[in-house]
């Protein structure tokens, strides 16, 4: 079975950019979790989608924001790009996430955002 | 606030020389547990998952135990190969129902020299 997939790999903007980044789960996964990951603060959660709605949400700003599909593939849009947005997100999708017991989260290989 | 605090930060063995990670964690209700591995450039790769205090995990020369503060990643003889970052995460009972997403801790980077 094929695992998390992350397009793009790599990407470079500019200040003030918007940028998209997409997430393919595991097939029959439902769930869809982003996290940041920087050297200074580690891995942060950002957001969880489960059938096309928000369930969780981290503590950022309103410029990070997603969106999930009917297929269950995720997008996650970074608008007005600022220096300290550059870090490596990282997907992961469970079969149900948070909504009943205890899932656990496999990762994709991650999109690494330079911003200039 | 839920957190996670990992030590070392990091550590170097010799080949075959046995060794503990720490995961130290405050949660407000604990709803699992989990350890991944992550190796440069790549997504953490899922090792365990504990759910209550007492409850032991293996795979091949990892052991993963749990209390109700603290976890240990137990390296036994380990390999170069088993040279990684070792990240450990907490999700707690949301207030609203269901789960909150993970709370990580920096990891403790595991160097094995041969």
């Known amino acids: 079975k094929a695992g998390v997939t992350q397009t793009p790999r790599y990407l470079i903007k500019t200040r003030g950019q918007q940028v998209t980044l997409s997430c393919s789960p595991i097939?029959?996964?439902?769930?869809v979790s982003w996290y940041q990951q920087t050297p200074g603060q580690g891995l942060q959660f950002l957001f969880e989608?489960?059938?096309?709605?928000?369930?969780n949400k981290g503590n950022f700003p309103g410029r990070f924001s997603g969106r999930q599909f009917s297929n269950s593939r995720s997008e996650m849009n970074v608008s007005t790009l600022e220096l300290g947005d550059s870090a490596l997100y990282l997907c992961?999708?469970?079969?149900?996430?948070?909504?009943?017991?205890?899932?656990?989260?496999?990762f994709g290989p991650g999109t690494r955002l330079t911003v200039l | 606030e839920d957190q996670v605090t990992q030590s070392p930060e990091a550590l170097r063995l010799q080949e075959g020389e046995s060794s503990s990670l720490n995961c130290s964690y405050t949660?407000?209700?604990?709803?699992?547990l989990f350890w991944y591995r992550q190796d440069p450039g790549k997504g953490p790769e899922f090792l365990f998952t504990?759910?209550?205090a007492g409850e032991e995990k293996e795979k091949e020369r990892l052991k993963a135990t749990l209390t109700k503060k603290e976890s240990f990643l137990h390296i036994t003889a380990p390999k170069p190969e088993d040279s990684a970052t070792y990240l450990c995460?907490?999700?707690?009972?949301?207030?609203?129902?269901?789960?909150?997403?993970?709370?990580f801790g920096k990891g403790t980077h595991l160097i094995i020299q041969p």
């Open positions: 992961a999708s469970s079969l149900v996430g948070s909504g009943s017991g205890t899932d656990t989260q496999y």
């Open positions: 097939s029959g996964h439902r769930s």
């Open positions: 989608y489960f059938s096309e709605t928000q369930r």
């Open positions: 949660v407000s209700g604990l709803r699992g």
């Open positions: 504990l759910y209550s």
């Open positions: 995460a907490v999700q707690a009972f949301h207030s609203g129902g269901g789960a909150d997403g993970l709370t």
